[in-house]
T-cell receptor
Framework: DAGVTQSPTHLIKTRGQHVTLRCSPI?????VSWYQQVLGQGPQFIFQ???????GRGNFPDRFSARQFPNYSSELNVNALLLGDSALYLC?????????????FGEGSWLTVV | AQTVTQSQPEMSVQEAETVTLSCTYD???????LFWYKQPPSRQMILVIR??????QNATENRFSVNFQKAAKSFSLKISDSQLGDAAMYFC????????????FGAGTILRVKS
């Protein structure tokens, strides 16, 4: 079975632009979470989705949004990009939000804002 | 809000030796989970070991073991017989036992293994 897959792997955007990052969870996993990892720091929680509904949100501005599709894949959208949005964006999947045993991460999407 | 602190930005260990990475956390909750994740240069987070707060017995996974001191809110990782492949960034993480599996991460410790 495939693990958590994320796309694109790397991308470069200009300040003010919009970006969409995609994540496909492990087969059978219905919960997807997004994390931002700035270079030299630990990941910071952005969103959690389960059954297409937002179940948790971290301390990020409204420029960040996400959604989950019927097949449980997810998109993270960031509008009006700032230089400070440059980071590795990690997606994690689990069976459900209550499951702490099986949280698996993808390899991430590297976003550089210039 | 919960916080996780890793006070060692970088550690070094000789191959085949033992190294301990430190982690402390702050929480008012009594039920929670603690994790150590490894992040190699590929950047994928790999779960190393996990500990449930209600269990007094320290978790062990092959060469990896933890020293969980609940009263002191301390959760250290011991790596025995260190191997070159252990070189990576290690993150300590906290998760509440309630609904929602948001992880709170520390800042990480870079582990270098010398041959």
């Amino acid at each position: 079975d495939a693990g958590v897959t994320q796309s694109p792997t790397h991308l470069i955007k200009t300040r003010g632009q919009h970006v969409t990052l995609r994540c496909s969870p492990i087969s059978g996993h219905k919960s997807v979470s997004w994390y931002q990892q700035v270079l030299g720091q630990g990941p910071q929680f952005i969103f959690q989705y389960y059954e297409k509904e937002e179940r948790g949100r971290g301390n990020f501005p409204d420029r960040f949004s996400a959604r989950q599709f019927p097949n449980y894949s997810s998109e993270l959208n960031v509008n009006a990009l700032l230089l400070g949005d440059s980071a590795l964006y990690l997606c994690a999947s689990s069976l459900n939000p209550a499951d702490g045993n099986t949280i698996y991460f993808g390899e991430g999407s590297w976003l550089t804002v210039v | 809000a919960q916080t996780v602190t890793q006070s060692q930005p970088e550690m070094s260990v000789q191959e085949a030796e033992t190294v301990t990475l430190s982690c402390t956390y702050d929480t008012s909750e009594s039920d929670y989970y603690l994790f150590w994740y490894k992040q190699p240069p590929s950047r994928q987070m790999i779960l190393v070991i996990r500990q449930e707060a209600y269990k007094q017995q320290n978790a062990t996974e092959n060469r990896f073991s933890v020293n969980f001191q609940k009263a002191a809110k301390s959760f250290s990782l011991k790596i025995s017989d260190s191997q070159l492949g252990d070189a990576a960034m290690y993150f300590c993480a906290y998760r509440s036992a309630g609904y929602g599996n948001k992880l709170v991460f520390g800042a990480g410790t870079i582990l270098r293994v010398k041959s």
